[in-house]
């Protein structure tokens, strides 16, 4: 079994383009593209080549999230075979608009908000996958950082 731990994280702003419904909501959609950045970069540390994201087992949206929201989406590889990577993902509300408070309003969240969770599988073919003699470990379960 691995022993190297495989992790990936992105800090990013919602923003007005990524508001698709009203109140500025940002659509479901808008965080699997991130999972989908992040499982590429899971199978680049991991195998040396980008993989291909085939499909999600499981997709949970917990919370809204608007445009003005900062989200901490992070990825760690939790198993793996022969072809397949299997991927868990997770997405927290860092900081929350607050524009009914005033045009610029935000607060920094004292506990981040879980906002998606996802387990996904990609595929790396291989011959393309990088053959290292280090391992690679197996994450425990995390929490993100705080702000």
């Known amino acids: 079994m691995p022993d190297e731990e495989v992790t990936a994280t992105l800090r990013v702003r919602m923003s007005q383009q990524d508001a698709h419904y009203g109140g500025s909501l940002v659509d479901g959609a808008r965080l699997l593209?991130?999972?989908g950045d992040l499982v590429t970069e899971i199978t680049i540390r991991s195998d040396g080549d980008e993989g291909l994201l085939t499909g999600y087992r499981q997709v949970e949206f917990l919370a809204p999230v608007h445009a003005g929201d900062y989200i901490e989406a992070t990825a760690r590889l939790v198993g793996r075979s022969r072809l397949?990577?299997?991927?868990?993902?997770?997405?927290?509300?860092?900081?929350?608009?607050?524009?009914?408070?005033?045009?610029?309003?935000a607060?920094?969240?004292?506990?981040?908000?879980?906002?998606?969770?996802a387990t996904g599988t990609a595929v790396v073919p291989p011959?393309?996958?990088?053959?290292?003699?280090?391992?690679?470990?197996?994450?425990a379960e995390t929490s993100p950082s705080r702000v």
Do not use: D
Not at 130 to 139: K, N, Q, Y
């Open 33 to 35: 593209r991130l999972f």
């Open 84 to 105: 397949r990577r299997t991927v868990e993902f997770t997405a927290y509300k860092t900081i929350a608009a607050r524009y009914e408070l005033g045009p610029t309003r």
């Open 107 to 117: 607060e920094a969240s004292g506990e981040p908000a879980l906002v998606c969770r």
């Open 127 to 139: 011959a393309a996958a990088r053959r290292s003699a280090t391992p690679i470990r197996i994450l």
